[in-house]
């Protein structure tokens, strides 16, 4: 029915489809249905098969394929509805608990005085009785200054904890934390002190885990002593050990606008790093088939050592198992193809974890891969180049432009920004990288310390030029937005045309042109709307205002906030970047301010006709004596003053509450609203207001 090479190529689509149609369609109903489905279709395949010459199914290719991919989407709705938290009977969070037994599923990560953390129930309290549960959580702990609590993968713990949903994102292009907890099968969350916080001295965590964890840990702890330099220090554990090292915003900023930003994540190209060192060391065994698969044996350890030294990480595991199944291949398999095998180790991994689709390391580590088994020799057979060494740097460059093009797409959706010097950074780091990953392993054992003063002298002077190089005009092009529409119409225009010039095909780069116009076009309509946009944003914050007076690519920021404050960056620059703001001019509730279009005076602000009176501290106990028509009443400042006392000759027609009134005011101002038939708009733990103004 299908070819055998490439069995597993052709059933992971049905199975990738069939996982992503059923996560948005969670229903308990829909997992009885799908197994019938499911039993029904294969016990017809068994039976096909089974009778395949005396049925003539041969014939009926076209049914048994159609029945073959029904089954595996079926299957792959099966498995994404079974592995939902959610959907399970004794799931914690269908009860109010006052208590829950968990046990942490996770290492915690502290931040300040806040420990957080992932945990899985095991049971919960109520009315006396312990009744067995099931699910995830994840917990947000504060320490205690003066004796904290010290907590590890696998401890078991009984908390008082008031669990509530995962906050949606509030405001226009703001970080999705909800859906990306989702994605790991997380949706309750809590906030507790430390005296709500009991151990029992028990740990149940996989004990293999753990093992890794603590293994880690010292080898963290090893390289604290060698190395001096704090950001190499934070740059080893993070690239070798894929230990959550704090670095530095100028490090980071330098590895993402060089395009370099992966090697700072432990994932497929570092196990891949040691494979090819490993399979160069020991290329020796190669000549008999019992030294071959001795050589196997070796190489598939090692790189599971590896993985425990780096806490078997998830992108460290997602990539050993894909280098094992590749290497697997190469040392059994008499079909090496190289699709079957990528497709196989993606199949095992939807088998384990169906929810793995949604996550970007998955994706990128396997579209990038992909890219590197089809595209990389075709982009190498393009230069024809005798010297060995010039031959080299031409095959690092047909890697990294084979990488590059295959993942920009999903790049600058996920990231929206892409690398001018990626070509250049990536050059770079090849090299330096090998080493770094060579000799970090190196100085971990014993006696071999004295090579981490080279170790760290590479690192501090590879951090400097890639700083360098970042710092070089017009290092990235950042801020690009696109949507799914245009991301789906990118993609497939950039497959097409990829796919044609590598088979001289030429409808299908007449094809692909077309589909980039229709992206471009869409692109070219986007910015012409930018340029248009007449809007105002109020933005939801915690006790923070922010609202945005927009016109054009340039807006007016009121707000308490400033440019370095991580509430601006986290929940009001990806709005204003969305919205291809180039320009914004800060300023304060403080400030009279005359700019352009807007006019911020006596407490009142007018911008393209929409008016707007501001009710703060400055007006506490006192009488306005205003008068005239206004769009909205800003409520801001936790203002004292008393809204029945409103002068009649003041219309309005909504209030606007920040959060920087405190959560009994908002219920007043609420209150007041309700009892007037008046819309209000709060701005604290609600959708941002968003005002779309008339030309």
Same mark, same amino acid.
């Given at each position: 029915?299908?070819?055998?090479?490439?069995?597993?190529?052709?059933?992971?689509?049905?199975?990738?489809?069939?996982?992503?149609?059923?996560?948005?369609?969670?229903?308990?109903?829909?997992?009885?249905?799908?197994?019938?489905?499911?039993?029904?279709?294969?016990?017809?395949?068994?039976?096909?098969?089974?009778?395949?010459?005396?049925?003539?199914?041969?014939?009926?290719?076209?049914?048994?394929?159609?029945?073959?991919?029904?089954?595996?989407?079926?299957?792959?709705?099966?498995?994404?509805?079974?592995?939902?938290?959610?959907?399970?009977?004794?799931?914690?969070?269908?009860?109010?608990?006052?208590?829950?037994?968990?046990?942490?599923?996770?290492?915690?990560?502290?931040?300040?005085?806040?420990?957080?953390?992932?945990?899985?129930?095991?049971?919960?309290?109520?009315?006396?009785?312990?009744?067995?549960?099931?699910?995830?959580?994840?917990?947000?702990?504060?320490?205690?200054?003066?004796?904290?609590?010290?907590?590890?993968?696998?401890?078991?713990?009984?908390?008082?904890?008031?669990?509530?949903?995962?906050?949606?994102?509030?405001?226009?292009?703001?970080?999705?934390?909800?859906?990306?907890?989702?994605?790991?099968?997380?949706?309750?969350?809590?906030?507790?002190?430390?005296?709500?916080?009991?151990?029992?001295?028990?740990?149940?965590?996989?004990?293999?885990?753990?093992?890794?964890?603590?293994?880690?840990?010292?080898?963290?702890?090893?390289?604290?002593?060698?190395?001096?330099?704090?950001?190499?220090?934070?740059?080893?554990?993070?690239?070798?050990?894929?230990?959550?090292?704090?670095?530095?915003?100028?490090?980071?900023?330098?590895?993402?606008?060089?395009?370099?930003?992966?090697?700072?994540?432990?994932?497929?190209?570092?196990?891949?790093?040691?494979?090819?060192?490993?399979?160069?060391?020991?290329?020796?065994?190669?000549?008999?088939?019992?030294?071959?698969?001795?050589?196997?044996?070796?190489?598939?350890?090692?790189?599971?050592?590896?993985?425990?030294?780096?806490?078997?990480?998830?992108?460290?595991?997602?990539?050993?198992?894909?280098?094992?199944?590749?290497?697997?291949?190469?040392?059994?398999?008499?079909?090496?193809?190289?699709?079957?095998?990528?497709?196989?180790?993606?199949?095992?991994?939807?088998?384990?974890?169906?929810?793995?689709?949604?996550?970007?390391?998955?994706?990128?580590?396997?579209?990038?891969?992909?890219?590197?088994?089809?595209?990389?020799?075709?982009?190498?057979?393009?230069?024809?180049?005798? #010297? +060995?060494? $010039?031959?080299?740097?031409?095959? &690092?460059?047909? /890697?990294?432009? *084979?990488?590059? @093009? !295959?993942?920009?797409?999903?790049?600058?959706?996920?990231?929206?920004?892409?690398?001018?010097?990626?070509?250049?950074?990536?050059?770079?780091?090849?090299?330096?990288?090998?080493?770094?990953?060579?000799?970090?392993?190196?100085?971990?054992?014993?006696?071999?310390?004295?090579?981490?003063?080279?170790?760290?002298?590479?690192?501090?002077?590879?951090?400097?030029?890639?700083?360098?190089?970042?710092?070089?005009?017009?290092?990235?092009?950042?801020?690009?937005?696109?949507?799914?529409?245009?991301?789906?119409?990118?993609?497939?225009?950039?497959?097409?045309?990829?796919?044609?010039?590598?088979?001289? #095909? +030429?409808? $299908?780069?007449?094809?692909?042109? &077309?589909?980039? /116009?229709?992206? *471009?076009?869409? @692109? !070219?309509?986007?910015?012409?709307?930018?340029?248009?946009?007449?809007?105002?944003?109020?933005?939801?914050?915690?006790?923070?205002?922010?609202?945005?007076?927009?016109?054009?690519?340039?807006?007016?920021?009121?707000?308490?906030?400033?440019?370095?404050?991580?509430?601006?960056?986290?929940?009001?620059?990806?709005?204003?970047?969305?919205?291809?703001?180039?320009?914004?001019?800060?300023?304060?509730?403080?400030?009279?301010?005359?700019?352009?279009?807007?006019?911020?005076?006596?407490?009142?602000?007018?911008?393209?006709?929409?008016?707007?009176?501001?009710?703060?501290?400055?007006?506490?106990?006192? #009488?306005?004596?205003?008068?005239?028509?206004?769009?909205?009443?800003?409520?801001?400042?936790?203002?004292?003053?008393?809204?029945?006392?409103?002068?009649?000759?003041?219309?309005?027609?909504?209030?606007?509450?920040?959060?920087?009134?405190?959560?009994?005011?908002?219920?007043?101002?609420?209150?007041?609203?309700?009892?007037?038939?008046?819309?209000?708009?709060?701005?604290?733990?609600?959708?941002?207001?968003?005002?779309?103004?008339?030309?």
């Amino acid at each position: 029915m299908f070819k055998a090479d490439y069995i597993f190529a052709r059933i992971l689509l049905p199975l990738i489809v069939g996982i992503g149609v059923f996560y948005f369609f969670p229903t308990e109903n829909l997992i009885v249905t799908l197994s019938i489905i499911s039993a029904a279709i294969f016990l017809l395949l068994f039976v096909i098969n089974f009778t395949y010459k005396i049925l003539n199914a041969y014939k009926f290719k076209g049914i048994s394929g159609f029945l073959f991919f029904t089954f595996f989407f079926s299957f792959g709705g099966l498995l994404c509805l079974l592995n939902n938290e959610k959907l399970k009977a004794d799931y914690f969070a269908k009860k109010d608990y006052k208590l829950l037994k968990i046990w942490v599923n996770d290492e915690p990560e502290q931040t300040n005085d806040i420990l957080r953390f992932k945990a899985r129930v095991i049971s919960g309290y109520l009315n006396n009785n312990q009744l067995k549960q099931s699910g995830q959580i994840l917990l947000a702990l504060k320490v205690d200054s003066l004796n904290p609590i010290h907590l590890e993968y696998g401890d078991e713990l009984i908390v008082s904890a008031k669990y509530l949903d995962v906050e949606p994102p509030y405001n226009p292009a703001e970080f999705d934390f909800k859906q990306w907890l989702a994605n790991q099968n997380v949706f309750e969350q809590a906030f507790i002190n430390q005296n709500h916080i009991l151990k029992t001295n028990r740990n149940i965590g996989n004990p293999i885990l753990k093992f890794a964890l603590k293994l880690r840990e010292a080898q963290v702890n090893k390289y604290r002593k060698l190395i001096k330099n704090d950001e190499a220090f934070a740059v080893a554990s993070t690239l070798i050990l894929g230990y959550r090292a704090d670095l530095s915003k100028e490090t980071l900023a330098a590895y993402s606008k060089t395009g370099t930003i992966h090697a700072l994540s432990v994932s497929g190209s570092h196990v891949a790093i040691i494979f090819f060192v490993l399979d160069f060391m020991l290329i020796f065994l190669d000549r008999k088939r019992g030294t071959k698969i001795l050589k196997f044996i070796l190489i598939f350890s090692l790189i599971w050592i590896y993985a425990l030294i780096t806490g078997l990480s998830p992108s460290v595991v997602r990539s050993a198992i894909m280098i094992g199944i590749f290497i697997t291949a190469k040392t059994f398999a008499r079909n090496k193809n190289g699709y079957n095998t990528l497709a196989f180790a993606a199949f095992c991994q939807l088998i384990y974890n169906p929810f793995l689709i949604w996550d970007v390391g998955f994706q990128l580590s396997y579209i990038s891969v992909f890219g590197l088994i089809y595209l990389q020799p075709k982009i190498y057979k393009w230069i024809y180049i005798k #010297n +060995k060494w $010039l031959n080299k740097v031409w095959e &690092l460059i047909a /890697i990294s432009l *084979a990488a590059q @093009i !295959v993942t920009f797409p999903l790049c600058i959706y996920y990231f929206h920004q892409f690398p001018i010097y990626f070509l250049l950074g990536n050059l770079f780091i090849s090299l330096p990288l090998m080493v770094i990953m060579i000799l970090g392993i190196i100085v971990l054992i014993p006696f071999a310390d004295k090579l981490s003063t080279i170790f760290e002298w590479i690192i501090v002077s590879t951090n400097q030029i890639l700083k360098w190089i970042a710092d070089l005009p017009y290092s990235t092009l950042s801020s690009i937005w696109i949507n799914l529409p245009e991301l789906l119409l990118l993609s497939l225009s950039l497959g097409l045309f990829i796919y044609a010039l590598t088979n001289y #095909n +030429k409808k $299908l780069i007449y094809a692909s042109i &077309l589909l980039y /116009i229709f992206y *471009a076009s869409l @692109i !070219v309509y986007d910015d012409w709307v930018a340029t248009k946009q007449q809007k105002i944003i109020f933005f939801t914050l915690r006790k923070n205002y922010a609202a945005a007076f927009i016109s054009g690519r340039e807006t007016i920021l009121l707000t308490d906030l400033n440019a370095n404050d991580k509430n601006f960056h986290f929940f009001v620059k990806p709005a204003l970047e969305q919205a291809q703001i180039s320009k914004i001019n800060f300023i304060n509730l403080n400030r009279d301010t005359l700019i352009n279009h807007f006019i911020k005076k006596d407490n009142q602000i007018v911008f393209k006709g929409y008016r707007i009176l501001l009710i703060d501290e400055f007006l506490n106990y006192k #009488n306005l004596n205003i008068e005239g028509k206004f769009s909205s009443l800003w409520l801001t400042g936790n203002t004292r003053f008393m809204l029945e006392n409103l002068n009649r000759h003041i219309e309005f027609k909504s209030l606007i509450i920040d959060a920087t009134n405190k959560d009994y005011k908002i219920a007043s101002f609420k209150t007041f609203a309700e009892n007037n038939s008046i819309p209000q708009h709060v701005l604290k733990k609600n959708p941002a207001y968003l005002v779309q103004l008339t030309q």
